[in-house]
């Protein structure tokens, strides 16, 4: 007895299926195409207010510089200024890479200084709603805005070091003072931008890591190669040596053990010096 039709119609079964699956992929991918990211949500607290730079030929002026005072991760008292920074004094340039959970995550983020004084952090990171927890898989599905936090490092540093208790690697990174000028501006300039046009966040292409190699290689084409360390950025810093962006004048495990923060940030926690005593600087 032949089987051609119980053939064809086991073929045009599975023929359905597929366009029921295509159907359905179709309709949640242009379901999450007409989602718009948006300035006006109940947000949570500690990242309610944008922060702004209004930038002038020799120096900026920031507001709303982030600065709150922790008693726990969850208990904390907000707290902004406003700040002015000559560009003439902008001379250095770090690196933080803070590891955490598994699997290669990490956050990064930069904090620039100003003649060994004067330091403040950029850190790129979702813009949370109230009651909202970061999720890799929502953020691949345009679930979170983008939102740079410029913040005191009494706030973006001390908070993952003495609160979270995750390590925290502080890297001072070569660059000249031309080039990290460049960078701090590009970076102020997105942050306004955000607050005009906000865009959303996503775990593969636009995070932490991706957005800030996206402002060096703006800088310098091509300066930081594509690599997993930057899309898994807990191991970001060595790329960094490998690239010579960071101090290479001992081993890699020496100088990332020298990075280490989190005893000197404990030690000096209530010290108003505390970005000079993390660097131990005289």
Not at 202 to 218: P, Q
Request: net charge positive; aromatic share 10%; charged share 25%.
């Amino acid at each position: 007895m032949s089987r051609w039709p119980e053939t064809r119609t086991i073929g045009r079964v599975k023929r359905k299926m597929v366009l029921i699956v295509i159907g359905i992929v179709v309709v949640i991918v242009g379901a999450l195409l007409l989602v718009r990211p948006s300035t006006n949500r109940d947000w949570a607290t500690d990242q309610t207010v944008l922060q702004t730079a209004e930038i002038g030929p020799s120096q900026v002026t920031i507001r709303n510089i982030r600065n709150f005072t922790y008693e726990t991760t969850e208990r904390y008292t907000p707290a902004y200024y406003d700040k002015t920074f000559d560009l003439g004094q902008l001379d250095s340039a770090w690196f933080i890479v803070e590891p955490f959970g598994r699997g290669g995550a990490a956050h990064t983020f930069v904090s620039f200084g100003f003649a060994d004084r004067d330091f403040v952090s950029i850190s790129v990171e979702i813009r949370k709603e109230k009651g909202e927890s970061f999720s890799p898989w929502k953020g691949i599905l345009r679930q979170y805005e983008l939102m740079y936090v410029i913040g005191d490092e009494r706030d973006l540093v001390k908070l993952r070091t003495n609160y979270r208790k995750d390590p925290v690697h502080l890297y001072k990174i070569r660059a000249t003072p031309e080039r990290i000028r460049k960078m701090f501006l590009s970076m102020l300039h997105r942050a306004n931008d955000l607050g005009r046009e906000p865009e959303f966040y996503n775990t593969l292409t636009s995070t932490c890591t991706t957005n800030l190699v996206r402002h060096v290689n703006d800088i310098t084409p091509e300066r930081i190669p594509f690599s997993m360390k930057v899309v898994l950025p807990a191991k970001s810093d060595q790329l960094a040596y490998d690239l010579a962006l960071i101090d290479t004048s001992a081993p890699f495990e020496e100088v990332r053990k020298r990075a280490k923060i989190n005893d000197l940030a404990a030690l000096y926690a209530d010290d108003p010096e505390f970005s000079r005593r993390i660097r131990a600087l005289p």
